[in-house]
């Protein structure tokens, strides 16, 4: 299984922004820490919006997991929006139902992303795990500090 850790921000909503994930191919026990770290990688856009950063995240680290020749079949998708855990795994399905519009028949903000989030995991089995930000998770926690280098880079 593919461990992927995610993180976005931004400083100032909207406002400059980063995003960053972390790719492990297998957690260890919490005694060895011989987890296997594949990938990490970071990334800003200048006027953005947090949650735009947090989606940005989870694809980047989707687009890079589809380039890789040995990928699991399986992949955990760790982050602390529930923005992104619940539209991908909830939400998302009545919106593609209702072309698009949330149920006080609106748009769906941030559609282009979630349309391409839903076309990178089409097939895919992804478990959307989400974990509390800024509570000692080793990984969310190295993404935070990746995602605010990608902000400062601005």
Same mark, same amino acid.
């Given at each position: ?24 191919? &297998? ?12 990938? &990490? ?5 200048? &006027? ?15 687009? &890079? ?24 795994? $909830? ?19 941030? $559609? ?43």
């Amino acid at each position: 299984m593919i461990h992927i850790y995610t993180d976005g921000g931004c400083s100032g909503n909207p406002g400059p922004g980063g995003w960053a994930f972390v790719m492990v191919d &297998e957690i260890s026990s919490e005694i060895s820490g011989d987890d296997k770290v594949l990938l &990490e990688k970071w990334g800003a856009e200048k &006027e953005t919006t947090n949650n735009r950063m947090e989606m940005t995240a989870v694809i980047k680290a989707l687009e &890079e997991l589809e380039t890789m020749k040995d990928k699991s079949g399986r992949i955990a998708v760790y982050t602390d929006s529930q923005y992104v855990q619940k539209g991908i795994s $909830q939400w998302i399905a009545d919106w593609k139902k209702k072309g698009w519009k949330t149920s006080d028949k609106k748009p769906v903000k941030n $559609q282009d992303l979630w349309q391409c989030l839903d076309a990178l995991t089409a097939g895919q089995q992804v478990d959307w795990i989400w974990v509390k930000g800024h509570a000692g998770n080793k990984y969310n926690e190295r993404c935070d500090a990746l995602t605010q280098k990608a902000i400062a880079s601005l």
